[in-house]
């Protein structure tokens, strides 16, 4: 099979899955959800920005006061996470406008160029509460596995419910859970290497005064 036709099913295929994206999710949008799916939704809302940068500081908090290595260093990389999971979906949102699901069945499914327009109807790509969800989880679940299976549960959950809210594609929320994995990665080494930098300074600091003690005195001779 040649280039060109092998490139040409890719295309097809791509197109398919984004017809099956848009259509699937109105069809989720468009059903009727019930209280408890709605109470769900509400809650789901924890994880936004503010509750979740709430969370990862009082983390911090608490293993600082408690002096808790772990839970500090999980606070840490909460919050280290998040963040950059927040930086990498604004930067998204920015530049590529895309209907939410709620007004697209309304008036239409739209993405192309953003515009850098306020109008948060257009700021689907990518889902923003996966990325921070997710983010927040694997970087509690990388100090404890049994500490970060309900976050995770949880995120997967927020995840689940975006569709059938109007929030996001399913598309969306592939590409927040994405972002949020490798972002907590990226935090992950970053921290190591900030670690090893201060580890080092400190070694240097705490020798310093030993080498200044053995160090001769007003070039003077040393004895024989």
Do not use: C
Request: no cysteine; proline share 5%; aromatic share 2%.
């Amino acid at each position: 099979m040649s280039g060109s036709k092998k490139a040409g099913k890719a295309k097809k295929a791509a197109k398919a899955v984004a017809k099956q994206d848009v259509q699937g999710t109105h069809r989720a949008t468009r059903s009727h959800d019930g209280p408890v799916l709605r109470a769900a939704g509400k809650a789901s809302e924890l994880a936004d920005q503010p509750p979740l940068i709430a969370l990862s500081t009082a983390t911090m908090v608490a293993g600082a006061l408690l002096r808790h290595p772990a839970v500090l260093r999980a606070g840490t990389r909460m919050l280290a996470s998040h963040l950059i999971a927040t930086g990498i979906k604004t930067v998204l949102k920015n530049g590529i406008d895309r209907t939410r699901p709620a007004r697209a069945v309304k008036d239409g499914h739209h993405i192309g160029k953003g515009n850098g327009s306020g109008d948060t109807s257009l700021n689907s790509f990518p889902s923003g509460h996966t990325a921070g969800a997710v983010a927040v989880a694997q970087a509690v679940a990388h100090e404890s596995t049994v500490a970060g299976l309900p976050l995770q549960a949880a995120a997967i959950g927020v995840a689940a419910l975006q569709p059938s809210r109007g929030k996001h594609y399913v598309s969306d929320v592939v590409a927040g859970a994405a972002i949020g994995w490798a972002s907590e990665r990226v935090a992950g080494a970053l921290l190591r290497i900030a670690g090893a930098g201060a580890a080092a300074a400190l070694a240097r600091w705490r020798a310093a005064p030993d080498a200044a003690v053995s160090a001769p005195a007003g070039g003077a001779t040393p004895p024989d």
